[in-house]
């Protein structure tokens, strides 16, 4: 099996514990053949969640969770491991805040299994942060260029 695959079901599993109900979203953090950080989409410490008060949705999104991708660099900064130069595993294409948001802190690249694409996000991002969809297939990567 290769790692994209056991990278992905891990971030499969993470999803399970959002409590959003708009979307289930799971990320995993890799570096060196090493999970460093994991999450999942869900409220802030000490906000109400999505059971409890329902989802916010402005624009068509959620707006009460925070995002999985953040909340897997969020356990990498509690643990102080350095993210630069690490993969990101999410379950769904991230959005444009969190993409410039990875792109600042030097992360080498993105891979996602479901397309969610963010209108917001310029083409060129895709080129300054290597973005690859995984086939649920094959578990191939093919680049995104958006
Ligand atoms: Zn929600
Ligand atoms: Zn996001």
């Given at each position: ?17 959002s ?13 060196d ?22 989802c916010?949705i ?9 995002h999985?991708e953040?909340?897997?660099l969020k ?20 959005c ?8 600042g802190?030097g992360?080498?690249?993105?891979v ?5 694409p ?12 290597p973005?690859y969809?995984l086939?649920?297939?094959t578990?191939e ?6």
């Amino acid at each position: 099996m290769n790692n994209d695959k056991a990278y992905m079901d891990c971030a499969i599993l993470m999803a399970e514990h959002s409590r959003c109900k708009r979307a289930h979203v799971g990320a995993v953090i890799a570096v060196d053949n090493k999970i460093i950080g994991m999450g999942y989409n869900d409220s802030p410490e000490n906000f109400p969640t999505c059971e409890e008060d329902g989802c916010m949705i402005i624009d068509g999104h959620c707006q009460r969770t925070e995002h999985g991708e953040l909340s897997a660099l969020k356990e990498c900064l509690r643990k102080q491991k350095d993210v630069k130069g690490a993969t990101v595993y999410v379950t769904h294409q991230p959005c444009f805040y969190c993409t410039k948001f990875m792109l600042g802190l030097g992360l080498k690249e993105v891979v996602f299994l479901n397309r969610y694409p963010d209108e917001r996000t310029p083409k060129a991002f895709y080129m300054m942060l290597p973005t690859y969809e995984l086939s649920k297939l094959t578990s191939e990567r093919k680049r995104y260029l958006g």
